[in-house]
Nanobody
């Protein structure tokens, strides 16, 4: 079993930056792609970014391209999401997730087998 715990959320003004962390425990996630999703109030959960097990091939939803960067440190069993130039529409609970299967690089929420409890990001205008 994999447990995921997010941290780093908070309140920031538009244009500011935050760095989210996702610490995994229970087993190594070095063979899992890792991703970030978010859910804004009244909206469905949506894909934000993911990265494969070697740290290559990051993939982003269009709305965050050029502003967010996903990375990972397999030695620390941790994934990061650096968020720059934040906008009020980025306000959401951000979740870390990993697919049920190893060596699967997908952005489909239904394929995720492991989820954190989320960290709230609030961007004020």
């Amino acid at each position: 079993q994999v447990q995921l715990v997010e941290s780093g959320g908070g309140l920031v003004q538009a244009g500011g930056s935050l760095r989210l962390s996702c610490a995994a425990s229970g087993r190594s996630v070095s063979s899992y792609a890792m991703g970030w999703f978010r859910q804004a109030p009244g909206k469905e959960r949506e894909f934000v970014a993911n990265i494969n097990w070697t740290g290559d091939n990051p993939y982003y939803t269009d709305s965050v391209k050029g502003r967010f960067t996903i990375s990972r440190d397999n030695a620390k069993n941790t994934v990061y999401l650096q968020m720059n130039s934040l906008k009020p529409e980025d306000t959401a609970v951000y979740y870390c997730a990993a697919p049920e299967m190893q060596f699967v690089h997908t952005s489909a929420p239904g394929a995720m087998g492991y989820w954190g409890k989320g960290t709230l990001v609030t961007v004020s205008s």
